[in-house]
């Protein structure tokens, strides 16, 4: 698993940790990688102890656009292009450091990509709207604002498929621009029809 963060230690650590070490599949290890966090994130997650969690913080941020929404669309490649390369798994489970998983997120993204030779495969997550009020998003076809980046998992075999910084001349979202990429280089794809994630209202954590 990896979570991408920056300079948000409490949340990372009292949401989106707990529902990691609470699942049914114990076997994994959570890679979380700092965007060169200056607040005490590392402290409070060396403070939890697991030998499943590991935890680096990179020593410069990444270069991303000045203009805000282009910021917004790509911040965060830095740190999970390196989880990327650094993760030691076979599977990858991007969660992000506000959001939660279900207990069962990597028995059933697990057991169905084994079961259909899938390479990626994405699932329901519950989101939070402005309004406060929330919805569940994940279905097929795989199409943009219709699909989570916590309710994804992918073989680390595509791990020479990284986050394009770039993404935001083609205004695109980072991770919509990599889920697009590998459904049109002809990934094996599916879609588990069960909720797996959920998703909180964002807040900017990445300067946009």
């Not at 590392?42 to 941020?61: M, Q, S």
């Amino acid at each position: 698993m990896r979570i991408a963060t920056y300079n948000r230690g409490a949340v990372l650590c009292e949401r989106a940790i707990p529902t990691v070490l609470a699942q049914t599949y114990p076997h994994f290890e959570l890679l979380i990688v700092g965007d060169h966090c200056t607040d005490d994130t590392e402290e409070r997650v060396k403070a939890i102890k697991d030998p499943r969690i590991r935890f680096v913080n990179l020593p410069e941020r990444g270069n991303y656009p000045e203009e805000p929404y282009a910021r917004w669309m790509v911040a965060g490649a830095a740190p999970m292009n390196f989880a990327l390369a650094e993760a030691r798994g076979e599977w990858l489970a991007p969660l992000d450091d506000d959001d939660e998983f279900s207990p069962d997120h990597l028995e059933t993204m697990l057991e169905a990509c084994r079961r259909e030779r899938w390479e990626m495969c994405h699932a329901i997550a519950r989101m939070m709207l402005k309004t406060g009020e929330w919805r569940d998003v994940g279905s097929l076809p795989l199409r943009r604002d219709h699909v989570c980046h916590s309710a994804v998992f992918y073989w680390t075999g595509l791990r020479f498929m990284p986050h394009d910084v770039t993404a935001w001349k083609l205004g695109e979202p980072g991770d919509w621009n990599l889920w697009r990429r590998m459904t049109w280089s002809g990934v094996r794809t599916g879609f588990v029809p069960k909720l797996v994630a959920i998703h909180h209202l964002e807040r900017s954590q990445w300067g946009a």
